[in-house]
T-cell receptor, first 111, second 112 residues
Framework: QQPVQSPQAVILREGEDAVINCSSS?????VHWYRQKHGEAPVFLMI?????EQKGHDKISASFNEKKQQSSLYLTASQLSYSGTYFC????????????FGKGITLSVRP | DADVTQTPRNRITKTGKRIMLECSQT?????MYWYRQDPGLGLRLIYY???????NKGEISDGYSVSRQAQAKFSLSLESAIPNQTALYFC???????????FGPGTRLTVT
């Protein structure tokens, strides 16, 4: 079951904040977040685990609502370098670590 | 990530041809994955392997096969390429089940 990411696209000015979301209809064990710049490979941002553990970059903030099976990524004081496509990958309970990725959210930060 | 290499980086081939995409990693990770990326569809899992003797189908394995030649090498083959296999292909590796995946630079494949 592919997770649903919202909104589809975000346009920001430098310094503005944004929240992007990832939702699943299935019970999740973990949510992974990656950012991909045009023509490049996806790069890891954050892992959020059931039970509250998080692993990732200190400057990235995210949450995982286990009741709603929803994760949110918080981008504060955005910089030009935040531009790219953000993918969430969800791991269902018992899925043996396989990730199912969403379609991605395109985020553009303008000067 | 420079620790993951994919060859070739770009390939144009004709319908019906057999083609192999290669992936090599120097991180010493047991877990390796092959994904394809199509515009607007995200990353879809083709095959994955958790060690040299372990091969598993992903969500879109039809028309593809893989070989895990060593811990560091994981190859993807298209036995008879078709145009709808035109896509960007990524391999990735991972240390453990709750660790980040490291992606290679990708192979852009065009089937005419």
């Amino acid at each position: 079951q592919q997770p649903v990411q919202s909104p589809q696209a975000v346009i920001l000015r430098e310094g503005e904040d944004a929240v992007i979301n990832c939702s699943s209809s299935k019970a999740l064990y973990s949510v992974h977040w990656y950012r991909q710049k045009h023509g490049e490979a996806p790069v890891f941002l954050m892992i959020l685990l059931k039970g509250g553990e998080q692993k990732g970059h200190d400057k990235i903030s995210a949450s995982f609502n286990e009741k709603k099976q929803q994760s949110s990524l918080y981008l504060t004081a955005s910089q030009l370098s935040y531009s790219g496509t953000y993918f969430c990958g969800t791991e269902m309970a018992g899925a043996n670590s396989k990730l199912t990725f969403g379609k991605g959210i395109t985020l553009s930060v303008r000067p | 990530d420079a620790d993951v290499t994919q060859t070739p980086r770009n390939r144009i081939t004709k319908t019906g041809k057999r083609i192999m995409l290669e992936c090599s990693q120097t991180k010493g990770h047991d877990r390796m994955y092959w994904y394809r990326q199509d515009p607007g569809l995200g990353l879809r899992l083709i095959y994955y392997s958790f060690d040299v003797k372990d091969i598993n189908k992903g969500e879109i394995s039809d028309g593809y096969s893989v070989s895990r030649q060593a811990q560091a090498k994981f190859s993807l083959s298209l036995e008879s390429a078709i145009p709808n296999q035109t896509a960007l292909y990524f391999c990735a590796n991972q240390a453990g089940p709750v660790d980040e995946q490291y992606f290679g630079p990708g192979t852009r494949l065009t089937v005419t």
